[in-house]
């Protein structure tokens, strides 16, 4: 399956950096704000792209898939002057990984879906450092196309 093609790919990452769950038929890769980017960038780290060029790997193979890529940020407010807000820099940090995923690893354009949900569907409260930590990330959603789920369905 490909839960398992994608587990098997990113064994060398720690739990606090990324995981890998099933839920409703999708898979979900979330990776850690501190894996992927510097605090308040958008630009991919060595690190980050390790893990991305892994995740290609798997899905260069897979052509009857849709994956999301979702920016995510904490509450704090950001206001720089490329930056607006959260929203600003969860959109830019998921098209940084688009890119890097289609330029550099050859992943069709066509099947790459990037977003930000700025501070807005968070997994921790932001009380805390580490809760707003669990908060910054990114995440990848795997899902079959809906055109093919169609017809299985037909």
């Known amino acids: 399956s490909i839960l398992d093609k994608v587990k098997n790919a990113l064994l060398g990452f720690n739990s606090d950096e990324l995981s890998v769950t099933e839920k409703n038929g999708k898979v979900y890769v979330v990776l850690s704000d501190k894996l ?17 060029k892994k995740l290609a790997e798997v899905l260069i193979r897979q052509t009857d898939i849709d994956v999301n890529i979702e920016g995510h ?49 968070p997994v921790a409260s932001n009380a805390t450092a580490a809760e707003r930590s669990r908060n910054r990330r990114t995440e990848i959603i795997i899902a079959p196309k809906l055109d093919k789920l169609l017809d299985i369905l037909k």
């Open 36 to 52: 992927l980017f510097e605090s308040g960038s958008a630009k991919v780290d060595k690190r980050g792209e390790e893990a991305l």
């Open 73 to 121: 940020t904490d509450n704090k407010p950001i206001n720089t002057v490329q930056l607006k807000d959260n929203w600003d820099l969860s959109v830019i940090r998921a098209t940084s990984v688009v890119r890097i995923l289609t330029s550099k690893y050859g992943i069709n354009p066509l099947q790459i879906i990037p977003s930000g949900r700025g501070e807005h569907i």
